[in-house]
């Protein structure tokens, strides 16, 4: 792997810092601390200039209409856009689009002119249902959501939690189990319109997260056509662990960018701030945590573009995604709790946005597969597949 | 958590005496109909203890309030407002419209 940045690279990430730094971080100054959205005339104005970039939709395929830029520059896109205080879980506000449910690439064509095309441009939402009350890690037991066959439809009943967007979406993936005896065999992905008789968002979930909630569905005895099974019937599980296994990697982006974002804002203050008659940074236990803050992003960010690197060639990269997750989420975690240390009193309140970087980083541990079952996944593969 | 906010509600010169804690708070009219439900953010200066009075004076009909403390200030907020939405078909008069805002079918 070439580790300096080409050109190209060096001049889109120089694009993307610019923008934070202009356009965000002004506006972030009016916004209420924890918000994690714009107004909507903001962000319509800024959607425009990211299209203008030729930045928007970053990761939706060219042929689908999305630019053609590859992972790694991707990844290095997506650690700029974190750095600011609703970075970590609206990079600028999502003002650079997204792809939203990948799996719908996949689709038929029917499926993909009434969900797919709707979503790229922006005219319906989606959400994806995959963890249930019984658990989110292990979802080839977990999934107890039921789906059987009646006709030309499916009959759906059970329910998901943790579900974020599904209150605002015009429809969602919804895996289901259609063969109780089939383990991760016997799951099916539903495209589900939220208009569906027997849907129901029961409630917020409210967590340390204070924008953006998560959602408890229920669905009663819910009525799919058979033509909205995403994929093959009993062919859920390889959707689900696809989605898994890629989002690993802007995941653990975002964590480095926010750490960035927190060791920069250390170093401007470190030499500033006086104690004792010198300043913080003439210290040598601050200078400790700001060299430990630079190894640890340093750690994250080479091994989530080494995984990157490997997803970008088409090699096998599901280890190199696990490792870095794990790294990042638990390397951000740390440089933001140092930072917050460096500021003492200020790092605690809402005038600097380290408290919410330190509530959304400690969820991060857990989000898109525990570090646990990171270690277990490296583990697996080190070890062998039998490893139980 | 109940969904719905269920704290007693005080007549309005009780604000003065609320904490300068973040949360949310509904006002209501002399009969109980909830007439705004609002919150305390991160930049509200006195947090529920600025935000209920200044609210009460752009509702000429509030007579008494309710406050429920609350970190998660947004995220209630909405789902109150989602509640409220649920149960009435409508937002309380004196809310303005809110963007992108979800649906709940709460038990």
Same mark, same amino acid.
């Given at each position: 792997?070439?580790?300096?940045?080409?050109?190209?690279?060096?001049?889109?990430?120089?694009?993307?810092?610019?923008?934070?730094?202009?356009?965000?971080?002004?506006?972030?100054?009016?916004?209420?601390?924890?918000?994690?959205?714009?107004?909507?005339?903001?962000?319509?104005?800024?959607?425009?200039?990211?299209?203008?970039?030729?930045?928007?939709?970053?990761?939706?395929?060219?042929?689908?209409?999305?630019?053609?830029?590859?992972?790694?520059?991707?990844?290095?896109?997506?650690?700029?856009?974190?750095?600011?205080?609703?970075?970590?879980?609206?990079?600028?506000?999502?003002?650079?689009?997204?792809?939203?449910?990948?799996?719908?690439?996949?689709?038929?064509?029917?499926?993909?002119?009434?969900?797919?095309?709707?979503?790229?441009?922006?005219?319906?939402?989606?959400?994806?249902?995959?963890?249930?009350?019984?658990?989110?890690?292990?979802?080839?037991?977990?999934?107890?959501?039921?789906?059987?066959? +009646?006709?030309?439809?499916? &009959?759906?009943?059970?329910?998901?939690?943790?579900?974020?967007? !599904? #209150? /605002? @979406?015009?429809? %969602?993936?919804?895996?289901?189990?259609?063969?109780?005896?089939?383990?991760?065999?016997?799951?099916?992905?539903?495209?589900?319109?939220?208009?569906?008789?027997?849907?129901?968002?029961?409630?917020?979930?409210?967590?340390?997260?204070?924008?953006?909630?998560?959602?408890?569905?229920?669905?009663?005895?819910?009525?799919?056509?058979?033509?909205?099974?995403?994929?093959?019937?009993?062919?859920?599980?390889?959707?689900?662990?696809?989605?898994?296994?890629?989002?690993?990697?802007?995941?653990?982006?975002?964590?480095?960018?926010?750490?960035?974002?927190?060791?920069?804002?250390?170093?401007?203050?470190?030499?500033?701030?006086?104690?004792?008659?010198?300043?913080?940074?003439?210290?040598?236990?601050?200078?400790?945590?700001?060299? +430990?803050?630079?190894?640890? &992003?340093?750690?994250?960010?080479?091994?989530?573009?080494?995984? !990157? #690197? /490997? @997803?970008?060639? %088409?090699?096998?990269?599901?280890?190199?995604?696990?490792?870095?997750?794990?790294?990042?989420?638990?390397?951000?975690?740390?440089?933001?709790?140092?930072?917050?240390?460096?500021?003492?009193?200020?790092?605690?309140?809402?005038?600097?946005?380290?408290?919410?970087?330190?509530?959304?980083?400690?969820?991060?541990?857990?989000?898109?597969?525990?570090?646990?079952?990171?270690?277990?996944?490296?583990?697996?593969?080190?070890?062998?597949?039998?490893?139980? | 958590?109940?969904?719905?906010?269920?704290?007693?509600?005080?007549?309005?010169?009780?604000?003065?005496?609320?904490?300068?804690?973040?949360?949310?708070?509904?006002?209501?009219?002399?009969?109980?109909?909830?007439?705004?439900?609002?919150?305390?953010?991160?930049?509200?200066?006195?947090?529920?203890?600025?935000?209920?009075?200044?609210?009460?004076?752009?509702?000429?009909?509030?007579?008494?309030?309710?406050?429920?403390?609350?970190?998660?200030?947004?995220?209630?907020?909405?789902?109150?407002?989602?509640?409220?939405?649920?149960?009435?078909?409508?937002?309380?008069?004196?809310?303005?419209?809110?963007?992108?805002?979800?649906?709940?079918?709460?038990?």
């Amino acid at each position: 792997m070439d580790l300096a940045l080409t050109e190209e690279q060096e001049m889109i990430t120089g694009m993307v810092r610019r923008f934070v730094r202009e356009e965000i971080l002004p506006l972030e100054l009016n916004l209420d601390p924890d918000a994690d959205e714009l107004p909507e005339a903001d962000r319509r104005r800024l959607t425009e200039k990211t299209r203008a970039m030729g930045l928007y939709g970053l990761d939706i395929p060219p042929e689908f209409g999305g630019p053609e830029i590859d992972l790694i520059t991707r990844t290095l896109i997506a650690i700029e856009a974190s750095q600011h205080r609703a970075g970590l879980y609206a990079p600028c506000y999502g003002v650079f689009g997204g792809a939203g449910l990948a799996q719908l690439f996949e689709a038929t064509e029917a499926q993909q002119e009434r969900y797919l095309h709707p979503m790229l441009c922006g005219e319906k939402s989606g959400f994806f249902g995959l963890t249930e009350p019984s658990g989110g890690s292990d979802p080839a037991r977990a999934i107890q959501t039921r789906a059987v066959r +009646d006709g030309d439809d499916w &009959i759906i009943n059970g329910g998901k939690i943790f579900i974020s967007g !599904a #209150d /605002r @979406a015009d429809f %969602g993936l919804v895996f289901a189990r259609t063969d109780p005896d089939q383990g991760r065999n016997g799951v099916t992905c539903f495209i589900v319109d939220t208009d569906t008789p027997g849907f129901h968002v029961r409630r917020v979930v409210h967590t340390l997260r204070s924008a953006r909630y998560a959602t408890e569905l229920q669905f009663e005895d819910m009525r799919v056509p058979h033509a909205n099974v995403l994929g093959a019937v009993n062919g859920g599980f390889a959707i689900a662990n696809d989605r898994l296994s890629r989002q690993r990697i802007p995941y653990a982006a975002g964590c480095i960018g926010v750490a960035i974002k927190a060791h920069e804002l250390a170093l401007e203050y470190a030499p500033q701030r006086q104690t004792f008659g010198a300043p913080l940074s003439s210290r040598q236990a601050i200078q400790w945590m700001l060299v +430990d803050n630079e190894i640890d &992003i340093r750690q994250a960010r080479w091994l989530t573009l080494e995984a !990157a #690197d /490997r @997803a970008q060639r %088409g090699d096998a990269f599901r280890k190199e995604a696990a490792m870095a997750k794990l790294v990042a989420t638990e390397a951000g975690g740390r440089v933001v709790d140092r930072c917050m240390q460096i500021f003492g009193g200020y790092g605690v309140t809402k005038d600097f946005p380290f408290e919410r970087w330190y509530r959304e980083m400690r969820i991060r541990r857990i989000g898109e597969g525990p570090n646990e079952v990171q270690r277990h996944i490296i583990a697996r593969d080190l070890l062998g597949a039998s490893l139980r | 958590m109940p969904i719905r906010l269920d704290k007693p509600w005080l007549p309005l010169d009780a604000a003065a005496d609320l904490p300068g804690q973040l949360g949310v708070f509904e006002l209501a009219d002399e009969a109980g109909r909830v007439q705004y439900i609002g919150c305390a953010g991160g930049r509200s200066r006195f947090g529920l203890r600025s935000e209920v009075p200044a609210a009460a004076q752009r509702v000429p009909e509030a007579r008494r309030f309710r406050v429920e403390v609350t970190m998660a200030y947004l995220t209630r907020h909405r789902e109150l407002l989602m509640a409220h939405g649920a149960d009435q078909g409508a937002l309380p008069p004196h809310n303005e419209p809110i963007s992108r805002l979800g649906r709940l079918s709460p038990r």
